[in-house]
């Protein structure tokens, strides 16, 4: 397919989105084409690494294809949506713990679904331009794509901190983070993939691998950890709302113009990971509680008409300027009997 180009290179099994003038966003139908490749993978002896890298400079990719999300939610068509997401999460969970080493290189914008195929393997590489996000409270939706599994583990209360602004993290942000593991200059870059291709070692990778700079991020800890410890969104806004430091009050403008409804159920998942050792599978279910509800009785199909379709970002949310309840909270996340996701055993 023109949008993704998949073959085998030497070692290498190699996966290139090739969409870069939409930013390689991602489609249901490259999502099947990656879990195909990756179960054919598996039982070839000639590859022994997985490369994923995206044309385009501005782009690794930055996020899911949702244009057609939209179109079909808004004709009532829920079932397109939950399988598109039930299929991604399901690679999500084969990237996580693919038998055989994942490199993926992370140019640009990493954001959503792009976050989803280029943050779970082992090996995961940026460079100068990188910048990550998971800026799904803007549109209606939790961070998914095994999204909260990544913020659950994230050093203190920087992961609801990271979900619920939609924060962007440059290179060494997002190795603070654990969104990434290497620095290496763009420049070397072809070179690198050349020798992997060839060689089907990631050794390679650690010996390319540069120290970064200090994270930007890293002066702020102290004041999200005290800014982000209370248990649920209300009183997290009202430790912001109490402080008048302009990190304090930055963030709460963000934080206003975000679904609340959304933000509330990111700090209840990632809490809820927290409290045991965080577990792909666990995030992934929990996130597809939330998702498989999103068009119709959560915010995203307004969040996209705001954001995408009409531009007006003015999107009505539910629960504006109010607390949201508890029990909303409880039916966004409530099990969902033989509709849960499963996975391939």
Not at 27 to 42: E, G, N, Q, V, Y
Request: proline residues 4%; negative net charge.
């Amino acid at each position: 397919m023109s949008d993704i180009n998949i073959r085998v290179e030497g070692r290498a099994g190699r996966i290139t989105l090739t969409r870069p003038q939409a930013l390689n966003a991602l489609s249901h139908d490259m999502c099947m084409a990656i879990d195909t490749a990756l179960h054919l993978w598996r039982e070839e002896e000639q590859v022994t690494l997985v490369i994923i890298d995206a044309e385009g400079d501005k782009a690794f990719c930055a996020g899911g294809d949702i244009a057609e999300l939209y179109e079909t939610g808004m004709r009532g068509d829920f079932d397109y949506g939950q399988s598109f997401w039930r299929d991604e999460y399901r690679l999500n969970a084969l990237l996580a713990t693919y038998a055989k080493p994942v490199v993926s290189f992370m140019q640009g914008f990493t954001m959503g679904g792009g976050v989803g195929i280029g943050c779970h393997g082992r090996h995961r590489v940026v460079e100068e331009s990188s910048r990550i996000a998971m800026p799904e409270c803007g549109i209606g939706l939790v961070p998914d794509v095994g999204g909260s599994y990544l913020l659950a583990r994230a050093p203190g209360h920087l992961g609801v901190y990271l979900g619920t602004t939609a924060a962007r993290m440059n290179a060494s942000d997002a190795i603070l983070a654990g969104f990434a593991d290497h620095f290496i200059p763009r420049a070397q870059w072809d070179d690198l993939i050349q020798i992997l291709e060839a060689s089907g070692e990631v050794d390679h990778i650690i010996s390319h691998a540069h120290t970064p700079s200090e994270a930007d991020l890293l002066s702020l800890l102290p004041e999200i950890d005290r800014m982000f410890d209370a248990p649920n969104l209300a009183e997290i806004q009202l430790q912001l709302a109490a402080d008048d430091s302009t990190f304090a009050q930055d963030t709460l403008a963000v934080m206003q113009r975000n679904s609340p409804l959304a933000m509330a159920c990111a700090i209840e998942i990632i809490r809820y990971l927290q409290a045991e050792t965080p577990d792909m599978y666990r995030a992934l279910r929990m996130e597809y509680r939330y998702t498989h509800r999103a068009m119709q009785e959560g915010d995203f199909l307004e969040g996209i008409r705001a954001a995408i379709i009409d531009k007006d970002r003015n999107p009505q949310w539910k629960f504006a300027n109010q607390p949201v309840p508890r029990d909303a909270i409880d039916r966004m996340l409530a099990p969902l009997g033989v509709d849960g996701l499963k996975f391939e055993t």
